[in-house]
């Protein structure tokens, strides 16, 4: 299973993190949440491996299904292709995508909601869709941790939606232990079980959402005030928790 | 090198098809490239006597006649090494192109090429015999190679960018060094040896030659083939390639290993012939989409015909023959042009 103990990551002098435990329960889905360079990203860079640790372990499946915020790949493959490649790689070098493979891959793609865009170029696609489909590559992987840096944060709402509807029914599903980083609070409270908090280098708190997304601690993260109402979804319907942000009071008047 | 170009090309539609014809059509290109190659020069010979010639001597016969001693003793193995050139330089720029994902790169940004250069031009400084020059060439090649992965070694690792600037910088410090030959030669002797072989030429190829050169040459082309469809994975970046368990670093030294074997073996044969690892994978590209699966053997075959087509051009043309990398980079720096050009407009148009 995913997870990091007593971890700590320094850049020269400065640590970005420090005496961080954190190991998400299997099957449980988590947002991490922090202001601009507070090391959301430096994390979800040493969950994968990528950035070794200074101090402290990490643990990990040999396999990984990793979705950047927005992929490398500018390159003109198939979107089949791009969701293939995720499975072929750790078979060995001289590892060609097999008919499983892409049968494979055409799967991951329904499963996101793409099937029809499987011949697409990748490279053609809005950039919702390449979300997706990077979703779909980390599917295709079968691993059993997604880890996904700030997946939704380029995206218009209407394609927030789309993927985080795709996240939540992987939750639902319980196959897949989830951790995604994000600046909207919003998301965490849309489909996240539990919050890893990043307040300071060793300030930070990890517990389920209901309990630590409050607005003091949104409030103190974020450095200004944060409120959080219940409102109904629809005239009638299921109550929704929104997240707002009070803004005006960083600048004094 | 600015942001990851991208060497996205558009096809007007959205799919690949037909891309193993092309591999056909190119193979046919090759061929007929080859054949004509044979068949022209000075003395032209019928393609049937050329097909009697190779037959008999497949036979177990000698050449007996001037135009049997023509095509199998100077044409076949100068076509055969043209072949031979072209498809290694033009895969190796294709590999590199899809590692780097930049469609700027060519064999000749690891510095392996100017190690090479260095190689040949001391040895005929020295006046040693070509069978040093060539062990010569291709030990200063590998040893820039080596040069770039201990400059660009930080840390217990090297990142692309890295490599390419400690690839730039080895490249300018060989170059001084073969300014340096050029200064200390003999200005009646040695120095329009240098040159001239500088330039890249075919002309002084014989079956022994060829012999030497295809070994490193072969060896690093089967090592591409086999591994095209890693580069693809490769292609798509550090971060990505790591994540589906790909020991990137080492793996992208194998495919450096494979370039410089290519490289270092054209280079200590035939001089410096440039350009050909650029334009040619990017013409390739055009036509049959940026797969590495069917791009690497299209550019092996497309840039063996190019390099056969070049060098008789280069011997058919004036009546003394044209130094085939004033040819190469005649042809391929204006074509270079026109596809980056196109590539930015359809690119802008997005």
Redesign the interface.
Known sequence: MIGLRAAGVRFGERWIFRRLDFAPDAGRCVAVLGPNGRGKTTLIRSLLGFLALNEGDRSAPPVVGYVPQASAATVSYRARDVVTMGRVARRGLFATPSRDDRDAADRALTRVGLSALARQRFDLLSGGERQLVLLARALATDAGVLILDEPASALDLRNQDRFLGVVDRLKAEGRHTIVFSTHLPQHASAVADDALMLYGAEDHIFGPVGKVLNEDNLGRLYGIPVRIVEVEAAAGGRMVSGVIPVFGASVPA | MSA?A?????KGG???DGELLWLVVFAVLLGAAMLGGICLGRLSIAPSQVFDSITRWAGGASAETLEERIVLLVRAPRVLMGALAGMGLAMAGAALQGLF?NPLVSPDILGITAGAAFGGALAILLGESSMVLIGSAFAFGVLALLLVGFISRVDGRSDTMTVVLAGVVVAAMFTALVSFVQFVADPDSTLPAIVAWLMGSFASITWFRVGIATLPIVIGALGLM??R??I??L???E????????RVER?RWILFLLVALISGGVVSVSGIVGWVGLVIPHAARLLV???H?ILVPASGLLGGAYMVAIDTVARNATAAEIPLGVLTAAIGAPIFAILLRRMYYTESR?
């Open positions: 990851p991208s060497i996205a090309v558009d959205r799919r690949y994902r086999l591994l469809f890693r693809n994975l292609s798509l970046g971060d990505e390639a790591r994540s589906f368990g790909i793996e989409g940026p797969d699966r997005r």
